[in-house]
């Protein structure tokens, strides 16, 4: 029984008791058929509500590290004091495992509410693309998707390790990837970790990556020497089904804007 089919149970039943016990008795059958409609619709609509998805999208760049400062200050201009509708948008620098490209720039959002609120001049939003390009120098191929599972979005890492994955069972991979993450409270803390499933422009073949924050490099590499000396690793590789790891990369965040961030003008991260 879900958490809002049980409200609403509960709401009927105190309904009928009042009728009962307190000669409420001008509340008719029709009357109380019509409530009952009226409450399971609410019901409805806050399970619906609860259900945001997010969804992103991300593309990769190279900028050449003389222009790196300028480039950023040109984001800041014009992501630091927009307001979203959702989500937000962030900067990641590839520090370990990326050939091709230095950025990685991904705009998030739950896709029943994306878009910002601010209003830009007609001219404003052409100008910045262009200025843009003038920095980077090249640019590979974009990709989308959504947000399977997420955990710890309170953590202050601005480090992360993203392992790209081509799943053959999504079903048996989250239930076994859950179990994985339960039995590694202690372990990983409040950490971010995030499962994605990719729709669009699968990278290198991907269907799902994960990706995990912690303080630096080295912590991550911490953290893997942990959940394979108690075994939880090796557990979860032979019942997370038929996985092929495609290649992994550790990025540092150089941005991240969102409403609260642009608000309080927190949105560098880069140290």
């Not at 399970?47 to 590290?65: E, G, L, P």
């Not at 209003?119 to 939003?125: I, L, P, Y």
């Not at 390009?133 to 890492?157: E, F, L, M, P, R």
């Not at 079903?171 to 590694?184: G, H, M, S």
Request: glycine share 8%; net charge neutral.
């Amino acid at each position: 029984m879900s958490y809002e089919y049980g409200k609403t149970v509960k709401c009927l039943i105190l309904l009928q008791f009042a009728i009962k016990n307190y000669n409420l008795e001008f509340i008719n059958h029709l009357n109380l058929e019509l409530m009952k409609k009226i409450i399971l619709l609410s019901s409805l609509m806050l399970c619906i509500a609860a259900q945001a998805q997010t969804i992103f999208n991300v593309r990769n760049f190279q900028v050449d590290w003389k222009d790196m400062n300028s480039f950023l200050e040109l984001n800041d201009n014009f992501y630091g004091d927009i307001e979203f509708d959702s989500g937000g948008l962030v900067i990641d620098w590839y520090r370990i495992g990326s050939e091709d490209f230095n950025i990685r720039i991904g705009r998030y959002g739950d896709m029943n509410n994306w878009g910002i609120k601010t209003e830009r001049s007609e001219f404003e939003g052409p100008n910045f693309w262009t200025r843009r390009s003038q920095y980077i120098s090249d640019s590979g191929k974009s990709y989308a998707g959504t947000v399977v599972y997420n955990q710890g979005g309170n953590s202050k890492h601005n480090t992360q390790q993203r392992w790209y994955l081509k799943v053959e069972d999504p079903e048996q991979f989250v239930k076994a990837f859950k179990i994985f993450l339960n039995e590694n409270k202690k372990v990983f803390g409040d950490r971010w970790i995030s499962l994605v499933a990719y729709t669009i422009g699968n990278p290198n073949g991907a269907t799902h990556s994960v990706a995990m924050s912690a303080d630096g490099w080295t912590e991550l590499e911490q953290v893997r020497a942990k959940v394979f000396a108690n075994g939880s690793a090796e557990k979860f590789i032979n019942s997370r089904g038929k996985v092929e790891d495609i290649h992994n990369v550790v990025y540092q965040r150089m941005r991240h804007y969102n409403n609260e961030r642009n608000k309080s003008k927190t949105y560098a991260d880069m140290w």
